[in-house]
């Protein structure tokens, strides 16, 4: 018996699972009662059918399966309604079936279609595609499950070895399951695999050469013959033959074997595949498989065949629903001119001819042709049908199937512009990589000869050259990496291994330049267990020396972020020891303070020590604040006229006592050539200074500290004063001066218990020098000798300056009471700052008012006559902001200065914007506090306008 040839020979050999989801091919709700005489048409559908069609109950046991189904399985009914629907499947493919049906029980598909592996009762294995859903009684509950299957394993092997070549086949000749041999285009074996020669009782090397007529029954050689004939004239592309063999010793089986012609590269026929299987156990069990029914019309529905019924005398068409569905119709009986007019118009002469020769008697067969739905969408639909006569042998009624074949259509379509599509992936990699300056290689690992592609000749240096020994490109490989290479290679090629190939490597091209690339690739293996061995490398090379020096970059920069981190972790600890060690003493002496019964000169001692630690501790928060200020870039320089000598005298004078007890001695130097008055920040030059001399001192056990100033101008007339702090303390080592300037650096964690410190002030001074268009620089120092360190930065000449800016400036003296007939507001909510500011300023003769918070402050200001107003800023119920802000608003013109804790810009800037004429930053300074007063009550004060003097 001959099939026709199948139309889709290279189906993908991966398992597939589809959900219809369409209006043409959802599951249909049935009737719960069906018209008893389309029974009897699906009676003969459901026996008849050429696919396995079977109803399992919602726990997934059979029900009822038709002969076709018991044939695929090789089991009876008895014995597979005892099976679970899993229970055949292959259990590399259980998951994903199992999968597919708790989406179905649980509604999240309607229906899908799953390819896979079945085992039948005899063990072998098939491929089948399995279309499954679920039918509903009238009121949506499900009934069942039902499943149809398609026996699709000849056309996968067909296609796996149309795919494969030679070398392919042979290797599925000597491996699979399934009988396959190579047949002479003169009807001979020329090879065939183990399957086969068992199948046949034979030995392999027995069959070669044995003809096709030996091993066929004589009732089957002629139907085998013109299938080959068929073949060899090019009339299908595969045909498909059942017929009786014999084996050696005489015995007979059924056997089904599907045949195609194997062609050299100018169309001369070569040999004929055969992939036979042994059907026996199907074609003994078809008497028995004729049984239960009862529930075809619910099998055909969900297994999406239609059928139609053409009552001929009658002339009208009756569809099932799955069919009315497919065409888009309303179910109702049509002639038959309404089914020609939905068909495609290229497919009408083709349903005349059909139905023509049925007429006639004669066979015809299987059609395809295209339906076009009311919504205009084509559908592909596979026709068959079997015509019945009356007595007098004149046509009665033609009943015919209909399979939705549009996907199917579309595959193969897929497949025939696969070829195509090849080429133009394989044109768009080449443009990718070429793109992304990636190079391809090609390595035969029986050969050790490497094909290079255009770009990877360029990364390799290697021009027009044709296939390159491995061996060439190891040796050019960085012999420190050579090693890691040869690794890598000889793990993708053993054939346990998985064949990935990855290695990144110094290569030293022959022009000496040495590249970092990174090679990626995979490893082609043929045959199995002992006999698998590698047959080619494919794999891209890319040149990653940017890559990796940014890495190393990046590596160096972690490392020096993490000794950074490390070196300001240790500087935290120690400025904790530094905050602490003063706000001890500070407290400390406070509580002694308290003490009733010490005498006067202790309390006085007691105070001095308090007021000594508490200028430290305010040292040291300036220098964190002044830390954050430079890491932000928020330095802010003044530009005041500065009698230089006299300042230059003042700050040295502050370490003479100091000195004076460590027995060294402190000199101060300046040269004739310095001018008498500079223009700069006195400020940060102070602060500068201090930290210089204060190091020189404190480092100093013996000897002396000498600090001598000079001065220039260059060629654009810039003043240029230089600074030497020279000490003969216990000086830097070539390390330590390496790290000196770093923050959070002393010379070593020893310097920090000895001396004490933060590790901040040299970095500070350095920035501060900067900002002032300078630097400082160890411009002398040796272990043990001392050091010298050098301040150079640009100054101005004052066009003009008085002369009491040069020999004296005046400052206002407690005892005078320069406060005396003031009347000064005083908003503070902290009781011990109101205590603290109302005795001081008393103390120098005003009159104080005290403000508890900001509304209080408005009301008294706007009640009382005041001469000034001292605002802090952060207090209850209105702050200080707002509350200068209302006084403005209401035209308030006396003076306002800020009280806060805040020593920020941004803080200044604020109050400024407030209205506030100055900034006071607690702890005060009762000297400073009293001179601000006095700079803004005794003189001329203009009422406040944005554009009035800062004094911030």
């Not at 398992?15 to 029974?39: G, H, M, N, T, W």
């Not at 001929?312 to 888009?328: D, H, R, T, V, Y």
């Not at 040149?543 to 990796?548: A, F, N, P, R, S």
């Not at 100033?709 to 390390?735: C, M, P, W, Y």
Request: with cysteine; proline share 4%.
């Amino acid at each position: 018996m001959s099939d026709r040839a199948m139309r889709d020979p290279n189906r993908t050999s991966k398992s597939r699972s589809k959900d219809f989801s369409s209006a043409s091919e959802r599951p249909v709700k049935f009737d719960a009662l069906i018209q008893r005489k389309e029974e009897n048409h699906w009676g003969k559908i459901f026996a008849f059918a050429p696919v396995g069609l079977a109803i399992v109950d919602l726990d997934g046991f059979y029900k009822e399966v038709n002969p076709s189904f018991l044939r695929l399985t090789g089991y009876s009914e008895d014995e597979i309604k005892k099976l679970h629907i899993l229970t055949i499947t292959h259990p590399d493919d259980v998951p994903q079936n199992s999968f597919l049906l708790h989406k179905l029980l649980n509604n999240e598909l309607k229906n899908y279609q799953f390819e896979k592996r079945i085992i039948r009762k005899d063990k072998n294995t098939l491929w089948v595609r399995n279309t499954v859903a679920l039918t509903r009684d009238l009121d949506g509950n499900p009934l069942s499950i039902v499943t149809v299957t398609e026996d699709i394993t000849e056309q996968r092997i067909a296609a796996q070895v149309i795919r494969s070549g030679e070398a392919r086949l042979r290797a599925t000749i000597s491996y699979t399951s399934v009988g396959i041999s190579l047949i002479s285009m003169d009807l001979h074996f020329e090879e065939v695999n183990p399957a086969l020669a068992k199948m046949l009782g034979y030995k392999q090397d027995e069959m070669v050469g044995l003809s096709l007529s030996e091993v066929t029954h004589p009732d089957f050689i002629a139907n085998a013959v013109k299938a080959c004939d068929d073949l060899r004239q090019g009339l299908y592309a595969f045909t498909r033959i059942t017929k009786k063999c014999r084996r050696k010793d005489g015995s007979l089986f059924w056997a089904q074997s599907t045949l195609s012609l194997i062609k050299d590269d100018e169309g001369r026929p070569l040999s004929f595949v055969a992939v036979t299987e042994d059907t026996t156990s199907r074609v003994l069990a078809e008497e028995s498989l004729q049984r239960s029914q009862e529930k075809l019309a619910l099998a055909v529905n969900v297994a999406g065949i239609g059928f139609f019924n053409w009552d001929i005398p009658g002339n009208l068409i009756e569809f099932s629903k799955q069919m009315a569905q497919e065409f888009g119709l309303s179910g109702e009986p049509i002639g038959v001119e309404g089914l020609v007019e939905i068909l495609h118009p290229d497919d009408r002469a083709m349903l005349w001819a059909m139905i023509h020769e049925y007429s006639d008697g004669d066979e015809y067969d299987p059609q395809e042709c295209r339906v076009i739905r009311h919504d205009g969408l084509v559908v592909w639909i596979d026709l068959k049908g079997h015509m019945s006569y009356d007595e007098e042998g004149k046509p009665l009624r033609f009943f015919g199937t209909a399979i939705n074949i549009t996907e199917r259509k579309r595959i193969e379509e897929e497949l025939r512009s696969g070829e195509e599509k090849v080429r133009v992936a394989e044109e768009r990699m080449r443009l990718a990589t070429q793109a992304a300056r990636i190079g391809v290689w090609d390595l035969n690992p029986s050969t050790q000869l490497m094909t290079l592609s255009d770009r990877a000749q360029d990364i390799l240096h290697i021009k027009d050259q044709g296939p390159i020994p491995l061996l060439d490109i190891s040796r050019q490989t960085h012999h420190l990496d050579r090693r890691k290479a040869t690794k890598a290679y000889l793990r993708a090629v053993n054939p346990k291994g998985n064949g990935k190939y990855s290695v990144t490597c110094r290569f030293l091209t022959k022009s000496n330049h040495l590249r970092w690339l990174q090679s990626v690739g995979q490893t082609h293996f043929e045959g199995e267990g002992a006999d698998r061995h590698a047959v080619r490398m494919l794999g891209t090379v890319l040149d990653v020396t940017e890559q990796v020096r940014l890495e190393e970059d990046l590596k160096a920069a972690k490392t020096s972020a993490e000794v950074a981190n490390a070196t300001k972790s240790a500087f935290l600890a120690n400025m904790s020891h530094e905050i602490r060690t003063p706000l001890s003493a500070i407290l400390g002496f406070s509580d002694l303070l308290l003490d009733k019964h010490s005498s006067e000169e202790e309390r006085e001692r007691y105070l001095t020590t308090i007021i000594r630690n508490g200028r430290t501790l305010m040292h040291i928060i300036d220098d964190i604040l002044d830390l954050s200020k430079v890491e932000a870039g928020r330095i802010e320089l003044e530009k005041i006229n500065i009698p230089f000598y006299k300042f230059m005298e003042e700050v040295t004078d502050l370490f003479r006592e100091k000195a004076r007890v460590k027995d060294i001695y402190i000199t101060l130097e300046v040269d004739e050539s310095v001018p008498i008055v500079v223009s700069s920040d006195p400020t940060r030059l102070r602060q500068i200074l201090i930290n210089l001399i204060g190091n020189a001192v404190k480092f100093t056990d013996s000897g002396g500290v000498t600090v001598r100033v000079e001065s220039f101008f260059d060629s654009r007339k810039q003043l240029h004063l230089t600074i030497n702090v020279a000490d003969s303390g216990i000086g830097l080592n070539e390390e330590q001066q390496k790290r000196i300037f770093q923050p959070f650096t002393q010379a070593d964690n020893s310097t920090t218990r000895r001396f004490g410190g933060t590790g901040l002030g040299l970095y500070l001074a350095k920035r501060l020098a900067l900002a002032l268009s300078g630097d400082i620089t160890l411009k002398d120092c040796s272990l043990g000798r001392g050091c010298t360190f050098q301040l150079q930065f640009l100054a101005e000449m004052p066009k003009s300056y008085l002369a009491h800016e040069v020999f004296d400036q005046e400052r206002v003296r407690f005892e005078e009471l320069p406060l005396r007939g003031l009347n000064i507001l005083v908003a503070e909510d902290a009781f011990d700052n109101q205590l603290l500011i109302e005795t001081i300023l008393s103390g120098c003769g005003a009159r104080v008012v005290l403000a508890n918070n900001g509304l209080d402050a408005v009301y008294k200001a706007s009640h009382e006559n005041f001469d000034i107003v001292l605002m802090d800023l952060q207090m209850p119920k209105m702050d200080g902001y707002e509350a200068t802000e209302t006084l403005r608003r209401q035209g308030y013109g006396k003076p306002i200065l800020a009280l806060t804790a805040h020593a920020m810009v941004e803080e200044r800037q604020r109050t400024r914007r407030a209205g506030c004429d100055a900034h006071l930053t607690k702890p005060l300074d009762p000297k400073d506090l009293v001179e601000k007063i006095v700079s803004f009550v005794r003189k001329p004060y203009p009422y406040f306008s944005p554009e009035a003097p800062s004094h911030f």
